[in-house]
C-alpha cells in the first residue's frame, strides 16, 4: 500500500518548490500589497472614528457650556422678574395705603362736615322750638331781638 519511491518524492519536492517560488514572485507581491492598503484604510478609519470621537467629545463640551450659560441667563433673569415683581408690589402696596389713608381722611372730613350740618339743622330746630316754646309760654310772637334776650337772660341765670 504504502511503498516509498524516492523518484516521486523528489519530483512532488521539485514541483512543491517550483510552486512555492512561482508563488513568492506572482501571488505575494500583490497580496502584500493589498495586505497595506487595507491596513492603511483600517489605520485611517480609526484614524478618522478618533477625530470623530473628539470631535463630538469637543461639540458635547461646547453644548454643555452653552446651556450652563443659557441656564445662569435664566436664572438672572428669573431674579430680575422677581426683583421687579417685589418691587411693583411694594409700590402698589404704597400707593394702596396712600389712598387708604387719602379715603380716611377725606372721610373724616366729610363726618365733620355732616356732624357740622346735623348740628347746625339740630340747633336751629332746637332754636325753632325754643322760639315756638316761647311764644306760646309769653302768648305773643318772639321775633330774632327777643330770642337773643331769652338766651342771655337764661345764661345769666
Do not use: C
Not at 512561482?22 to 497595506?36: R, T
Not at 441656564?71 to 395705603?97: F, H, M, P, Y
Request: charged share 30%.
Amino acid at each position: 500500500m504504502l511503498e516509498f519511491e524516492p523518484g516521486l518524492m523528489i519530483w512532488t519536492t521539485l514541483a512543491f518548490g517550483l510552486l512555492v517560488v512561482l508563488l513568492y514572485k506572482v501571488a505575494l507581491p500583490p497580496i502584500l500589497i493589498f495586505l497595506a492598503e487595507r491596513e492603511k484604510l483600517i489605520a485611517s478609519s480609526l484614524a478618522e472614528a478618533e477625530r470623530g470621537r473628539v470631535e463630538r467629545a469637543s461639540l458635547l463640551e461646547k453644548q454643555k457650556a452653552e446651556l450652563r450659560e443659557v441656564r445662569g441667563q435664566a436664572n438672572q433673569i428669573l431674579a430680575q422678574a422677581r426683583d421687579a415683581g417685589d418691587r411693583l408690589k411694594k409700590e402698589l402696596v404704597e400707593r394702596v395705603g396712600e389712598q387708604s389713608a387719602l379715603l380716611a381722611k377725606e372721610a373724616k372730613l366729610e363726618i365733620a362736615r355732616e356732624k357740622d350740618k346735623a348740628l347746625d339743622a339740630v340747633r336751629s330746630e332746637a332754636a325753632s322750638l325754643v322760639a315756638l316754646a316761647a311764644s306760646k309760654v309769653l302768648g305773643r310772637t318772639v321775633d330774632l331781638n327777643d330770642h337773643k334776650q331769652l338766651i342771655e337772660e337764661s345764661l345769666r341765670r
